[in-house]
Structure formats: structure tokens, C-alpha cells
């Protein structure tokens, strides 16, 4: 019958609003509501939907292999310097190099879970919300009160200038009730004194013992409701902090990924420009010599140099910059010196290939619905939308209080403020009933009908785009290792085709546009497969954390069940 009233009210102020600023009505009824929610346990538990650490069988990944013991090799011949003409493979300059730190992917996680920015955001997040139920949880305990107020008076001529001391002091304990209401306990002594005859006038002594309890309004868990938010949000800032951690830890080792990807492109690029480095001085000597056959190949020859000196600068200066930002998404100084491993060298990341479970969508699909943490929040935040329901029904109930007291009195013959006398004992007892208007708890009640639905909504959304998620990641994932596996044969036919140019060249077959065209289309194989290497394990990395199955612990290792 209420939110009939109330949906009629709306509507016919819409209708109203529609008519003088369209001229027409269009349908915006948004259903009709029956207001029946049954209560469940899960909707009041402190700790819903709690979640295991273990992993179904296929999501497992097996135990670390032993390190090999480290052996001792025998030191290289030092190489020839350079000349100071010739660049080099390195970003950092000799002076720099003894100084620079290698990060390999775990020792990149370990740093980034204690010095990251996000990440102290992300703990102080969870550390105030903590904060918060603590005090929630204070005020459901006894508060304690206590004062002690005095009062020197000098009455003049009144009493003969005599000089008085009252003190009054008062010690309480409150205590509220679950189900609504409260409890209290008063201790109130008072004291008087005569100062200028040095003697005690009075002492009394009141102990008061009330409770105050709703019957209707204000009754039942609806009173608790504070108490039971503030339980649930916690749960949800744990779960919330979870996710970001291993969602932050999956862009960092992304972001490692591409600087390991960025790396390679420079050492890439480094033997182009060796490569055509060695073809300008072939040709440059072939001139000289009088026997070049095109007196433009020497030109040709270094203006392609030339080209790729400045290809590898760039390349250089891209891998700097990416660095310096990784360096800032770390909580690193900027001009601290960093180098990541090759992406070759990099034995995590490759341990990453068996992250990969052979598991069909069907049950990637049902494994990341009961795991996902983000989804479990959606979930139980229904939950919270039907206790709002329940609780804004409460408010409209008439208010039906019973109220009781107890007060104990010491003796006024008898100076002593501890000394009760039961036979003193004053009971009280009240019952009163108060009904008012309640428009303004009628429409609280239609909105969190509203806000029921929305979230019911909001969480079938979200599980469809979980779900979308993982197919998506398991494509990504088919993508990237069909990728991979493409760039690597171009690599092996780019480079058998370049020293088949390189031969043919040699014999004066052909001129040096087709070597060059070769090592220009090896570069790009090169560069595409550290992209597609860098892709795969990123598409990896991103399946586990859309599954809800990444575990990762606070040295950066892997968790293997």
C-alpha cells in the first residue's frame, strides 16, 4: 500500500513535468515492487562469502625447480676499446656501468611491493577503513564517564562571611543494545562543606540504573546495522586491496615485459647498425681501391649507416625514457641507474610458461565467477541493499518505547555517600507510543527498493563481464602464442635470406639496396618476435589475474600449491 501511494505521487509528478516541458507523456514506470525481503544469515554475517587459498587442480602450478649451482668461469679476454666514434649496445656510459642495477622480474615485484606509491596508497586505504571499525566497534562496548565539578562560594554578610564547598562527582557506564536501546549506570555523590567551621554539612550518594528500550521502531537487527556495515566494508577494503595488489603486480610485470622488449630492440638495432657499419667500410675500400663497379655505392652505402646510427639513437633514447618512468612507477629515483635482464636471460619470466593451464572456457569461465574477489564485493553488496530494505521498512514504523529506571539513595541522616538504604529504592516504569508523519521514511523506504534492484543489476553485469573477460584473455593468449610462433620463423627465413644477400653481394651479383633491404626486414622480425615474446607472457599474466588465480607472495615469488 506504501509504495503504491508513493509510486503514484511519482509518477503523477512526472506525467506533470512531462506535459509542460515536452506536451507529452511517455512510460516511465519502472516496475512495480512487492517490498518483500526475507532475511538470511549471509546477509548478517561479519565475514561472508570467505574464500580459500587453494586453487582447483588444473590452476596449480608445479613446484620450482632447484637452482643450479652456481659455477665459476673462466674470465673472457678482455675486449679491444672502441674507437669513440663507434656507439655502442649500452644506454649507460663506462663511467655509469659498474654502478647500474640489474633487475630480473622477481627482485622488480619484491621493490615495487615495498616502495610503489600505489601500493602505500592502496595499504593506507585498507589501514583507515580498519580505523573506522575499530571505532564501530568501541561504541558497541561500555563507555565509560566520569567528572568531578567543585564550587567555592562566599556568602558575605549573609552568614557571617562563611565560606562553603560543594563538590559533586559522578561516575557513569552506558552500554547500547544490539537489538536497540540502551543501558545505563550512574554513581553520583555530592559533598558539602563549611570551610571557615572546618565541618562536613552533607553527603549523599544516588545510584541510578535506566534502560531504554524501542519495541517497534529502532528494534531488532535494524539497530544493529552500523555495526554490520562497517564489519562488511572492512571485508570488502581486505578483498578490494587483494585485487589491486595483484592487478598492480601484473602491470608491473607488464610494463617490465615492454622495457625487456624495449631493450631488445636497441641490442636489435645495434647489429643492424654494426652490420651496415662493416658494408659502408667494404664499400668505402671497394672505391678507393678503384674497383666498385657504382661510384654510388660507397655514398649509398653510408647514408644507410648514417640512418641506421640514428635508428639506434632513437631506440636508445625510447628504452631511457621508458626507464625513467618505470622508475617513477616503482617509487625509484629518476636518476637512479636501472637495467633490466634480457629478455632472453630472464629465467621468472620464463618460468611464466607454466602459469598456463590447460583448462577449457567452460571452466575458466566458472573458476574466475567463484574466485574473483571484485565479484564477490558485488555479491554481497546485494546483501547490504536488502538489509537497507529491511531497515528503511523499520523506519516506518510507529515508535513504541518502554523506558525503566532504578534509583538507590543513601540516608540524609547519615553522612556517608556509600551507605544505601534499599528500602529507599525508587522504581520507574514508562511505555510511550508516538506515530507522526512519514513521508520523508515512506520514500527512504521506495529507493532502497530502487537501490536493491540497481545493485542486482549492477551484479549481473558484472558477472557477464567477468565472463567476457576470461574468453577474452584465453583468445588474447591463443593470439599472442600464434604471434610468437610466426615472428620466430620469420626470423630464421629473414636471416638465411640476408646471407644469401650478403653472398650474393659479396659476388657482385647485386648492389647493396637488396643486403640492406634484408637486414631491414630481419630487424623488424627481430623487434616483432621480443614484442610477441613480451605480449605472450603478458596475456599469461592478465588470464590469471581475470581468473582470480595469481599468487604472488612478498618476496615476488610465485605461490605453487
Known sequence: MLIDRADKGVYRVIEDRQKAALGATTNTHIGSETGDVRPNDEMYSFNPRPTSPDLPEAFRVPPEPAAAPETTAEAAPAAEPESAARMTDSIFTDEERPLVQTFDLRQTLVYAMQHAREMQDAKEELYLEALDLTLERHLWTPQFVASVQAEFADYGQVRDFDRAMTAVSEAAVTQRLPYGGEVSARLINTLMRDLGAHATSGESGNFILEADVPLLRGAGKSAYESRYSAERELIYAVRAYERFRRSFLVDIASEYFNLQQLKMAVANTYRSYESRRTDWEKADFIARMGQSKDVFEAPRAQSIFRQAEAQLASAKEQYATALDRFKIRLGMAVDALLE??????????????????????????????????????????????????????????????????????????????????????????????????????????????????????????????????????????????????????????????????????DL??????????????????????????????????????????????????????
Open 340 to 505: 633490466v635482464v634480457d629478455q632472453d636471460a630472464d629465467d621468472a619470466a620464463r618460468s611464466l610458461d607454466a602459469l598456463l593451464p590447460t583448462v577449457e572456457t567452460a571452466e575458466a569461465v566458472e573458476v574466475a565467477v567463484k574466485y574473483r574477489l571484485d565479484l564477490l564485493n558485488d555479491a554481497d553488496r546485494v546483501d547490504d541493499a536488502k538489509r537497507g530494505v529491511l531497515v528503511a521498512k523499520n523506519r516506518i514504523l510507529p515508535d513504541l518505547d518502554a523506558s525503566g529506571s532504578v534509583t538507590l539513595d543513601t540516608d540524609p541522616e547519615r553522612l556517608n555517600s556509600m551507605s544505601y538504604n534499599t528500602e529507599r529504592a525508587t522504581w520507574r516504569g514508562t511505555l510511550s507510543m508516538r506515530m507522526d508523519d512519514r513521508w520523508t521514511e515512506r520514500n527512504a523506504y521506495r529507493e532502497s527498493l530502487i537501490t536493491l534492484r540497481k545493485s542486482q543489476r549492477d551484479y549481473e553485469r558484472a558477472v557477464d563481464e567477468v565472463r567476457a573477460d576470461v574468453r577474452a584473455a584465453l583468445r588474447r593468449i591463443a593470439q599472442q602464442e600464434n604471434v610468437r610462433d610466426i615472428q620466430a620463423m620469420s626470423v630464421e627465413e629473414n636471416d638465411v635470406r640476408l646471407q644469401a644477400a650478403k653472398a650474393q653481394y
Open 508 to 561: 657482385g651479383r647485386i648492389n647493396n639496396r637488396d643486403v640492406v633491404e634484408a637486414e631491414d626486414d630481419l630487424l623488424e622480425a627481430r623487434n616483432s618476435l621480443a614484442r610477441a615474446i613480451a605480449g605472450y607472457r603478458i596475456a599469461i599474466l592478465q588470464f590469471r589475474r581475470d581468473t582470480e588465480t595469481l599468487r604472488v607472495d612478498d618476496e615476488g615469488r610465485l605461490i605453487r600449491p
